[in-house]
């Protein structure tokens, strides 16, 4: 692990964070099993097993048939992540035809909470763009399970490396943090039709699993449980989340440019709701 982390500059965030996992080994999950290290010099990689997968995808999905990405589910996603508590991931959803999109969960495997997310989308929607950031505890498979007005589900996955984002240190002062927290940020991007758009929450949303540098005392969990965004009354998607979104929840995604207001609705763990109104 030291040979792998000289091998590139490390940010302030990336030593903390190395120093906490250490502290934090038996709570997140111990080291990083030998099948997800790196291949020795000249050997081809072997794709790493997913035995965690086996035994968590029942607890999700139960006895569900899963099929293939195909053209209904694309995700983009760092092989090596630069920040393991801020990992872009990249999505675009497209229902078969005759169908249209219901939900997303992104599930990373080897996280604390594996469901990261679930995304529940607005009737009529047969195309989807969504873009967030998350956290990766240890080297893991991280998967996007589109499911489809019939029923159907279809899976695309990416294996990312990375550890120690479920315990990595926030990046903001506490109480500048709380004292920002539920203020929202949105905004939309040039285009005709079908346009983008950006919601970011301000919020910490701690994991739980996050040492206080000055206390040395674990700072409890809080966070963005609930997010809602509508367009003139007619909901777009809504997101239940978990320790795995990292802090202030960011989501990017496609709306009608149809010049009419959004509305963000958001819940922490804490009951406390926070809502705004944007013009496009």
Not at 226 to 239: K, L, N, T
Request: proline content about 8%.
């Amino acid at each position: 692990m030291v040979a792998q982390a000289l091998s590139h500059p490390l940010s302030r965030r990336e030593v903390i964070a190395a120093l906490t996992i250490a502290v934090l080994a038996p709570v997140c999950g111990g080291p990083l099993p030998a099948s997800a290290a790196e291949p020795a010099a000249g050997a081809s990689p072997a794709a790493p097993p997913e035995t965690t997968w086996a035994g968590i995808r029942g607890d999700i999905f139960g006895e569900r048939a899963i099929g293939e990405a195909g053209d209904v589910v694309a995700m983009e996603a760092p092989a090596r992540a630069e920040d393991a508590a801020m990992v872009p991931l990249a999505l675009r959803l497209a229902a078969p035809e005759g169908t249209t999109l219901k939900a997303l969960t992104l599930v990373i495997d080897e996280n604390p909470s594996p469901v990261a997310g679930t995304f529940t989308f607005g009737p009529g929607r047969t195309a989807f763009m969504l873009s967030t950031r998350v956290r990766v505890n240890s080297y893991s498979f991280v998967r996007a399970v589109a499911e489809t007005s019939d029923g159907r589900l279809f899976m695309a996955k990416a294996f990312v490396k990375a550890s120690g984002g479920c315990s990595a240190p926030a990046t903001k002062d506490p109480a500048e943090a709380a004292s920002h927290a539920g203020e929202i940020r949105f905004r939309s991007f040039a285009g005709t039709g079908q346009r983008e758009a950006q919601v970011q929450i301000r919020h910490p949303n701690y994991s739980g699993l996050q040492m206080d540098q000055v206390t040395r005392l674990y700072t409890p969990a809080w966070f963005v449980r609930e997010a809602r965004v509508s367009q003139d009354g007619r909901p777009i998607f809504a997101m239940e989340g978990g320790i795995s979104i990292s802090e202030d929840p960011t989501f990017r995604f496609s709306f009608e440019a149809a010049g009419t207001p959004v509305e963000v609705e958001a819940q922490d763990t804490e009951g406390k709701t926070f809502t705004a109104t944007f013009a496009p």
